[in-house]
T-cell receptor, first 114, second 115 residues
Framework: AQSVSQHNHHVILSEAASLELGCNYS??????LFWYVQYPGQHLQLLLK??????LVKGIKGFEAEFIKSKFSFNLRKPSVQWSDTAEYFC????????????FGQGTELSVKP | DGGITQSPKYLFRKEGQNVTLSCEQN?????MYWYRQDPGQGLRLIYY???????QKGDIAEGYSVSREKKESFPLTVTSAQKNPTAFYLC??????????????FGPGTRLTVL
């Protein structure tokens, strides 16, 4: 069965530290890749997405992610986190021929200390 | 103001009762989805619908039912057969066309607690 794995369940960083959250998926076909963020008390919202083309994609709020097809990975990065980045982050994969279904990772809770 | 609305925000029910969660969208999206979010498990797909009057089971459909009589509405019923219904339920929608690059938009969620 297809699955998405996020390596870290809870990450604690100080402000200005660099962030990298891992995401790996198990599916050999064409995929679309997403990172969603859920700030405390808010909607789940899209951070960035990869459909095709340049494997390095930039999203909102200074986040970026790199699609490495050979490693089935789509890691999220930010060079310098802020306290306002405290949230839960979800990686998701859409299988291209399965009607738009998203498969989500378990989520990573990020806590940024001021 | 376009978006997805879910009501109510919090819902309490007694064990053994069926309960229906509302989801409405005014984005003119064809596809709608229901997910369940549990701590440490991410979001899991319950049901989805790509077009009016049609829907498919997701990964954890047992104990749930849906209907799609109107494009803008996709209510979810949590039945008494669902063994562990207490969770946060999220509704989403997208343009829904398979093979077309699109994203899902999410509602604010309903937190259901079964006592």
């Amino acid at each position: 069965a297809q699955s998405v794995s996020q390596h870290n369940h809870h990450v604690i960083l100080s402000e200005a530290a660099s962030l990298e959250l891992g995401c790996n998926y198990s599916y050999g076909g064409t995929v679309n890749l997403f990172w969603y963020v859920q700030y405390p008390g808010q909607h789940l919202q899209l951070l960035l997405k990869y459909f095709s083309g340049d494997p390095l994609v930039k999203g909102i709020k200074g986040f970026e992610a790199e699609f490495i097809k050979s490693k089935f990975s789509f890691n999220l990065r930010k060079p310098s986190v802020q306290w306002s980045d405290t949230a839960e982050y979800f990686c998701a994969v859409r299988l291209y021929n399965q009607g738009g279904k998203l498969i989500f990772g378990q989520g990573t809770e990020l806590s940024v200390k001021p | 103001d376009g978006g997805i609305t879910q009501s109510p925000k919090y819902l309490f029910r007694k064990e053994g009762q069926n309960v229906t969660l509302s989801c409405e969208q005014n984005l003119n999206h064809d596809a709608m989805y229901w997910y369940r979010q549990d701590p440490g498990q991410g979001l899991r797909l319950i049901y989805y619908s790509q077009i009016v009057n049609d829907f498919q089971k997701g990964d954890i459909a047992e104990g749930y039912s849906v209907s799609r009589e109107k494009k803008e509405s996709f209510p979810l019923t949590v039945t008494s057969a669902q063994k562990n219904p207490t969770a946060f339920y999220l509704c989403a929608s997208s343009t829904g066309l398979a093979g077309v690059n699109n994203e899902q938009f999410f509602g604010p969620g309903t937190r259901l607690t079964v006592l």
